[in-house]
């Protein structure tokens, strides 16, 4: 995949420039900057601008609406994101979320041990020498102090998922939502890690942010839950819009299962990069439950009415990413068509999470259309995120909101003033439809759900 030669899926662009056109673009436009770019920068951590932020948001809304709001048996939470050291005493994230690093004596390069070719001498990947270091574990969470003295017993730790604020809140949320099983626990909220290898873009970082879901089960469903999860979520990205020939499947093998699981899938996109996982779906068994009730002393188990039965529940896991999230959205929607003066980049984002809905441009600066232009603009403005625009020509302003990924454009010309009519243009087709201004707002709802 890294031939820039390669004709690519994504237009006219050539598959090994794909991420750096994507990463222009997306500053342009305001999807992502990176962070402290006047300072120069800080490694592997983006800022999301006007345009990013409101893309992220609509992701999350429509993750959101998915898993809970449309769903009886989800609950909604929102964790802290510090929490008690015992908790990742427990979970095993203090003595066993670690990566061998590898230091390299001439450069002082450091690097993943499975960065090595296991097929060949071992030498540093960076400046290719030989003289390195032993492996030695390190632990990828970051550690702070809370209170004023640094210490031992004020250390606390960034979390590096939000899964296990879930857990220790299961009897709460269930307790209180009054909820049997089966049923889950949502959150969305920001976790840490503080990788060594970061890198393509926002794909991985150190700060990121997650979407999971944890579905309690009687443990003996846990394989049929499984299975219907793994379908629910896989269906999820293509209502995302996703293109359906670039998602597949990928089941972990013995020597791929983490050490809580007793299955797991993963759901993986085909990036410019190669297929690389965009969300797990996991069947932990009662591996956390019961860590936490053991450690804590706290009873986590269920008391099943119908059967008669108490166990303590297992646990099928979806976790997606936020931002991995958002850049394959833009991905599976980055094109550049055409050649010569009918070159345009667009990106082809699904209507539902667009972050402008619609831009709305008078043709020219005069004969009352800047003035009807400004009416329309603000109509739609009060059930839309919509945008207007008057500067330069009415082909660059198309251009500017095929980039931006705006589906649909309005134009206000001569024959609005006179007849109460509009141009809609459709971003994807580029064709054009005649719409009453008083019907606009009716004729987007149609197109935009």
Known sequence: MNDTNHQSDWGNVATGSVMDRLVSLSKRRGYVFQSSEIYGGIGSTWDYGPLGVELKRNIKDFWWRTMVERRDDIEGLDAAILMSPKVWEASGHIDGFTDPLVDCKNCKHRFREDEIDPDKEPRCPRC??????????????????????????????????????IYVNFLNVMNAARQKLPFGIA???????????????????????????????????????????????????????????????????????????????????????????????????????????????????????????????????????????????????????????????????????????????????????????????????????????????????????????TPFCVTVDGESTSDGTVTVRHRDSMTQDRVSADRLAEWLEDHLS
């Open 128 to 165: 290719g020498r030989g003289d390195l270091s032993a492996a030695r574990q390190f632990n990828l969470m970051f550690k702070t102090f809370m209170g004023p003295v640094e210490d031992d017993a004020s250390v606390v730790y960034l979390r590096p998922e939000t899964a296990q604020g």
């Open 187 to 405: 959150q969305i909220g920001k976790a840490f890690r503080n990788e060594i290898t970061p890198g393509n873009f926002i794909f991985r970082t150190r700060e990121f942010e997650q979407m999971e879901m944890q579905y309690f089960v009687q443990p003996g469903s846990a394989g049929e839950w499984l299975e219907r999860w793994l379908e629910e979520r896989n269906e999820w990205y293509r209502e995302l819009g996703i293109r359906h020939d670039k998602l597949r499947v990928h089941e972990h093998g013995d020597e791929e299962l983490a050490h809580y699981a007793a299955a797991a899938f993963d759901i993986e996109y085909e990036f410019p990069f190669g297929w690389q996982e965009l969300e797990g779906v996991h069947n932990r068994t009662d591996f956390d439950l019961t860590a936490h009730e053991r450690r804590s002393g706290k009873k986590l188990s269920y008391f099943d009415e119908e059967a008669k039965e108490r166990y303590v529940p297992y646990i099928i896991e979806t976790s997606a990413g936020v931002d991995r999230t958002l850049l394959v959205c833009l991905v599976d929607g980055f094109r550049e068509e055409g050649e010569g003066k009918e070159a345009r980049t667009v990106l082809r984002l699904d209507p539902r999470i667009a972050p402008i809905k619609v831009a709305v441009f008078p043709l020219v600066k005069r004969d009352g259309m800047p003035e009807m232009a400004i009416e329309v603009h603000a109509a739609l403005k009060r059930r839309w995120n919509a945008f207007f625009d008057d500067g330069g020509s009415i082909g660059r302003r198309y251009r500017r909101q095929d980039e931006a990924g």
